[in-house]
């Protein structure tokens, strides 16, 4: 089974590229130049999907910085276990179900698979709390 780490790495890259479909729609809705001068915050794309999507990574970027944090410390502590490796990767997993439910807009779902990610947060730092007690 794969370290905490490689999810992490996994969930890094996602996030990172999350932005790329948005992009192309800006460029389809406005073409190249105006899509690559600064925007303005408050000229939202005309596709619903593309909006979503935008809320969407800038949610995963959120928890990106809780869940980063706990993995690298679980690192230093050297206190990995099969628990939080599962942990870990159903951060994964949740994270990109969160992303895709959210750009399709499936509501009740997307609630779901982000507090499935709460709770493999959750999960990593109380094993980093009872680990350094």
């Known amino acids: ?31 190249l130049i105006p899509a690559l001068r600064n925007p303005n915050r408050d000229t939202r794309p005309q596709s619903q999907w593309a909006n979503r999507m935008m809320y969407a990574h800038e949610n995963a970027v959120e928890n990106l910085v809780i ?22 990767m159903v951060f994964f997993i949740s994270r990109m179900s969160h992303f895709l439910l959210y750009t399709f807009g499936v509501p009740y779902l997307r609630t779901l698979a982000f507090f499935i990610s709460f709770i493999a947060q959750m999960i990593l730092g109380v094993h980093i709390l009872l680990a350094i007690q």
Do not use: G
């Open 67 to 88: 869940f980063a944090p706990l993995v690298l410390c679980i690192q230093h502590l050297d206190i990995s276990t099969e628990t939080t490796v599962m942990a870990a």
């Open 1 to 31: 089974m794969k370290n905490e780490i490689f999810w992490l790495t996994l969930t890094i890259m996602a996030t990172a590229i999350f932005w790329v479909p948005y992009i192309i729609n800006r460029i389809a809705e406005h073409k």
